[in-house]
């Protein structure tokens, strides 16, 4: 099914575009009709192909987003190619299990860095091309995690909950330049990286405390994205939407 071309003309730059939700969103903005930048720490080069295979535009960057300098240079590259950032989606995220016992400082530098810290580098790092196309759409993952709560996160929630006060406080900053910025939280979705941290058995769990009793997949998230990052959505700012098939807490 085509997408409608909602995202024409716009320069969308995307982090953790890889794999997972991440490629999902890519992928999806740019069938809208948006010039993506993937952006991950590991090439995304099969997230650009799936794009410039049927004609669209895309380029990929390796950057690791938690780091200030990498992630300068991702935006100064954005800025030399394109002249313009219209849309941010900050999804690059981690999400290992420690218990506090497991948990040193160093550990929680590095989550609170991945999931936290690169939100605010990636936006400093496109702000000055966003703020002069005087239009811009940030979304920033979080996670339904902060409620549901499952132990050994306690690092992650405070990351994710990080991600929806930045969210907040930076819709009041950013409004007067015609720049939204909203929070997306998923429940537990099939993602590669979900693969690799959670036994088969504990997906069903979640998918039955769900009113909609199926696991969320990477495409489930898009058209929340497509929405807050689309024109449609220029008077929601600062809100949180959980797309979570209805977690029930
Ligand atoms: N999958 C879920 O169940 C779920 C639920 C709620 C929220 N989320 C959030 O959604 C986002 C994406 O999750 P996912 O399941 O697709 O993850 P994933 O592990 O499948 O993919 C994440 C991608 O981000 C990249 N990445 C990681 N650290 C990076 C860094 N420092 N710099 C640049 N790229 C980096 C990885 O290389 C990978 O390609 C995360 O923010 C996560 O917290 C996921």
Redesign the pocket.
């Known amino acids: 099914m085509s997408a409608f071309q909602t995202h024409e003309g716009r320069v969308a730059v995307v982090?953790?575009?890889?794999?997972?939700?991440?490629?999902a969103i890519a992928r999806s903005l740019g069938e809208r009709g948006a010039t993506v930048v993937a952006?991950?720490?590991?090439d995304?080069v099969e997230t650009v192909s799936q794009l410039t295979d049927s004609g669209r535009t895309a380029i990929a960057l390796t950057?690791?987003?938690?780091?200030p300098e990498q992630t300068a240079a991702a935006g100064a590259e954005v800025a030399r190619r394109f002249g313009r950032a219209d849309i941010l989606v900050n999804?690059?995220?981690?999400?290992p299990f420690w218990d506090i016992d497991e948990l040193d400082y160093e550990k929680w530098r590095r989550v609170l860095?991945?999931?936290l810290d690169?939100q605010f580098l990636m936006v400093k790092a496109v702000l000055p091309e966003m703020k002069q196309g005087g239009w811009g759409r940030i979304v920033n993952?979080?996670?339904?995690?902060i409620v549901t709560a499952a132990p050994g996160l306690s690092h992650?929630m405070a990351s994710?909950m990080g991600n929806i006060g930045f969210s907040r406080g930076l819709a009041n900053d950013l409004a007067p330049f015609g720049i939204t910025v909203n929070a997306v939280?998923?429940?537990?979705?099939?993602?590669?990286?979900?693969r690799?941290v959670h036994p088969p058995e504990a997906l069903e769990a979640v998918a039955q405390a769900q009113a909609i009793k199926r696991n969320?997949q990477?495409d489930d998230l898009v058209g929340t994205i497509a929405f807050l990052t689309s024109d449609d959505a220029a008077f929601v700012t600062g809100q949180t939407i959980m797309a979570d098939g209805g977690y029930a807490r």
Do not use: W
């Open positions: 982090t953790g575009a890889g794999r997972g939700i991440g490629q952006i991950d720490l590991r995304p950057a690791d987003v938690s780091d999804n690059a995220g981690i999400f860095a991945v999931n690169s993952l979080t996670s339904n995690s992650y994710k939280g998923p429940t537990l979705t099939i993602t590669p990286g979900v690799e969320g990477p």
